[in-house]
């Protein structure tokens, strides 16, 4: 079994920063690779980012690309989002998952968190 909080989440204005933080608990967090995902009101899940469980590989959406930034420390069993020039379109309740691959897919992400949410003001 497999816990993820993440914590971290608010409201912003628009061009402004915010970090989030998921914490993993209850396996062996170093060996598995993480995702980030979001979704907004009346809308489906979406990929944001990824993170290989190395920490040397990432991947983002295009329309995070250049703005979001995902890290993780193996040693305190932590990943983090750092969102940067955040919009209103970024608005959206984010989730953090373990995979044991290095995809984009949600269906092949086996544990998730409860969500945080992010809301972007114009």
């Known amino acids: 079994q497999v816990q993820l909080v993440e914590s971290g989440g608010g409201l912003m204005q628009n061009g402004g920063s915010l970090r989030l933080s998921c914490a993993a608990s209850?396996?062996?967090?170093?060996?598995?690779?993480m995702g980030w995902f979001r979704q907004a009101p009346g809308k489906e899940r979406e990929f944001v980012g990824r993170?290989?469980?190395?920490?040397?590989?990432?991947a983002y959406a295009d329309s995070v690309k250049g703005r979001f930034t995902i890290s993780r420390d193996n040693a305190k069993n932590m990943v983090y989002l750092q969102m940067n020039s955040l919009k209103p379109e970024d608005t959206a309740v984010y989730y953090c998952?373990?995979?044991?691959?290095?995809?984009?897919?949600?269906?092949?992400?086996?544990?998730w968190g409860q969500g945080t949410q992010v809301t972007v003001s114009s």
């Open positions: 998952a373990s995979s044991g691959g290095y995809t984009s897919n949600p269906g092949e992400y086996d544990y």
């Open positions: 209850g396996r062996t967090f170093s060996r598995y690779s």
């Open positions: 993170i290989h469980w190395s920490g040397r590989t990432t």
